[in-house]
């Protein structure tokens, strides 16, 4: 046992700073421990600190520490101290000494810490290269050609796999998406092989980090009653509530009680979904903490990686209490190297960034080069907008108005959701999908990813009075996603359903998305009819609500061959994702069509088989005639169905053939 270190005093006078602006920045990195069987190196940011000490425990949770070391202040307000032998096994944390800040400072693992014990309290001193699995050197990322190829699928790891119709033997697990060969009672592909069989390119995983809100001491396989909801540690969450940004969420591993456990299973996950050919995107939220008191940015360094209002107050524009300062330096580069640490340690794919307008343009554009340098097409894209009113200025906001000056970043397209289904503000109004006219633009504008496009009266779409994408590739076409009710719930909310129309409308939502120029993102569970009882926002409702009942995909699989046949339909024609703005402009155009139908043509994409294509969109209760150009067409989608046999129709240009009601038709030559 290390013996308790005397409490000296650094030898080095703290500076004065006028406010943290004044604060320096560390010469190196942010990493604060480095392991070695000789020796193991401690330092952490804390420019204002009168004095900062190490503290070692034997385990995550004994409330005697085995040693605790004064650190040395450097000239750029880093501490350091070096421990001679093998500390491997063993846990720290650190503890500031800072008089002129109002928070009472508690122990903390720092801002970086790759590996923690149970919930996330201590920092842990393991050999990274320990936690890599078998093969992990050999791991590649699937071949990807660029965004204009994406189609996505988000995901939760607990709610795919929770529900024991999944078939999995690690339920809500890291490792539920290493099983191969896992069903439904009824016999249909369920985890990574329902994944490989719908045809995505990518999983988009809900946030993955370590999260607050969890107890892990209640996580186990076993640890879910579907009855009452409980999940693990009683309680549920999604994870957006951020505590340790750089090391696994313990309750989505098998042993949260062992730190390298839950990295190497995380490993294991993302190393079988490149196996079976898809990337994985994670979901990131840098835009606030869940506990300001508790965060480790408060412990470490107080005051400074947050924004306040003039007053002196927390900045919200998150809506959860604060607001971090992406626009300060060392908040800068903590989320540039969190981001190079997934990528090279985890071979994470790409990014989505919760409140991504909450950052400012600058932070966002350095992510994009960092991403760009690795040259492995690596996505990054979040919401374009904020919770509430920021503390920089509108101009620097990382929003969708300002996506045209972040080139290869991309946007969700609230646009075209909303016009499909209604207002994200009420969830009982329908749209396009409830036959309402008004909305055929604001589709238009989606369909050619947000562009400006000649065709395109932007004056008439429903948010923006502008083009916000350089490049289609810079809009994200959806019609649901996790924070916001299924597909399935708005649907029978906002539309007096007749028998029949549920799926009708789910497959006609669905081939706007997948035909539309911009990235394709689809909700998990979308292609089997999920629903979440009409809950909006489900981020703490129990595993009842927001579990996958796998027999749905028994029940609705005309539905889910729908969207793995539109999938592979658009993964076939690069007419549907030509990738260029100027290629859009000048190939697709739209065709004249009365309220409530949306019709366009694509002629001479290149490098398509199709020469010529149209689709039309009719959400009307009754069909529409449509008259065809001279040529010869053939019926590719028609009347919900993706056509197993050619049928051509030829004429002279007054040939017409009837779309369905609420279907979608695509015909080509």
């Excluded at 340790?244 to 042993?255: I, K, L, V």
Aim: charged share 20%; glycine share 8%.
């Amino acid at each position: 046992m290390v013996l308790l270190a005397t409490l000296v005093s650094c030898s080095t006078e703290k500076p004065q700073y006028a406010s943290v602006d004044e604060y320096p920045s560390p010469k190196g990195s942010l990493n604060e421990m480095t392991y070695s069987p000789k020796q193991t190196q401690f330092q952490v940011w804390s420019p204002n600190a009168e004095a900062v000490y190490l503290n070692l425990y034997a385990d995550a949770v004994s409330a005697e520490a085995l040693s605790r070391t004064p650190m040395k202040r450097q000239k750029d307000g880093t501490w350091t101290v070096s421990l001679d032998g093998d500390h491997q096994g063993q846990f720290y944390t650190f503890s500031v000494t800072d008089n002129s800040t109002q928070w009472q400072l508690q122990e903390t693992p720092g801002i970086f810490a790759k590996a923690v014990g149970i919930n996330g309290r201590r920092g842990a001193i393991i050999d990274l290269r320990a936690t890599d699995p078998e093969g992990w050197a050999e791991d590649r990322r699937p071949a990807f050609a660029g965004a204009q190829d994406a189609i996505i699928y988000e995901m939760h790891h607990r709610d795919m796999t929770i529900h024991p119709s999944a078939g999995v033997a690690h339920p809500g697990k890291f490792l539920a998406y290493t099983e191969e060969g896992t069903t439904s009672p009824e016999g249909l592909a369920t985890g990574i092989d329902h994944l490989k069989e719908l045809g995505i390119t990518h999983v988009q995983i809900l946030p993955s980090y370590d999260f607050g809100s969890i107890d892990e001491n209640g996580a186990s396989d076993e640890a879910t009653v579907l009855e009452s909801g409980a999940a693990a540690g009683g309680s549920y969450n999604w994870g957006y509530d951020p505590l340790n940004y750089n090391t696994p969420e313990g309750s989505y591993s098998t042993d949260p009680t062992d730190p390298a456990c839950r990295i190497r299973e995380m490993k294991q996950m993302i190393q079988a979904l490149h196996k079976a050919g898809i990337r994985v995107i994670m979901d990131v939220v840098y835009n606030h903490t869940y506990d300001v008191a508790a965060s480790n940015f408060t412990n470490t360094c107080p005051g400074y990686f947050y924004r306040t209002t003039p007053e002196g107050n927390l900045g919200n524009a998150s809506g959860c209490g604060n607001e971090t300062a992406s626009d300060r330096p060392v908040m800068r580069q903590f989320i540039l190297e969190s981001i190079r640490y997934w990528v090279e340690e985890y071979h994470v794919d790409g990014f989505r960034f919760d409140l991504m307008g909450i950052h400012d343009v600058e932070t966002m554009n350095a992510v994009r080069k960092y991403l760009d340098e690795k040259g492995e097409n690596l996505l990054l894209y979040g919401e374009g907008w904020t919770a509430g009113s920021t503390q920089i200025p509108a101009e620097q906001c990382a929003v969708k108005v300002n996506v045209p000056s972040m080139p290869g970043i991309g946007a969700f397209c609230d646009d075209m959701r909303d016009a499909l289904r209604g207002p994200f503000s009420d969830d009982h109004q329908g749209a396009f999908l409830a036959g309402l006219p008004g909305n055929e633009e604001s589709i238009r504008f989606g369909i050619a990813g947000c562009i400006d496009h000649p065709e395109i009266e932007v004056t008439k779409v429903n948010y923006s009075k502008a083009a916000w994408c350089a490049e289609p590739t810079q809009c994200l076409a959806y019609v649901s996603c996790h924070d916001d009710m299924m597909l399935t719930d708005r649907l029978m909310a906002s539309v007096d359903l007749k028998p029949g129309e549920l799926e009708r409308l789910d497959k006609l939502a669905q081939s706007a998305v997948l035909t539309s120029q911009g990235m394709a993102f689809i909700w998990c569970g979308e292609e089997i009819a999920r629903n979440k009882k009409g809950v909006h926002n489900s981020f703490c409702s129990p595993d009842s609500i927001n579990a996958i009942d796998w027999s749905l995909k028994a029940k609705n699989i005309d539905l889910f061959n729908y969207y793995k046949g539109m999938i592979a339909l658009r993964k076939a024609h690069p007419a549907f994702h030509m990738g260029s703005a100027d290629l859009v402009r000048e190939h697709l155009h739209f065709l004249d069509t009365p309220d409530c139908v949306v019709a366009y043509r694509i002629t001479d994409a290149p490098n398509d088989e199709w020469k010529d294509v149209i689709v039309v969109l009719n959400a009307l209760r009754e069909e529409y005639r449509f008259t065809l150009p001279a040529g010869s067409w053939t019926i590719a989608v028609g009347d919900g169905r993706i056509a197993k046999e050619p049928f051509t129709i030829t004429g002279d240009g007054s040939a017409q053939i009837d779309v369905p009601a609420q279907s979608a038709l695509i015909v080509h030559q």
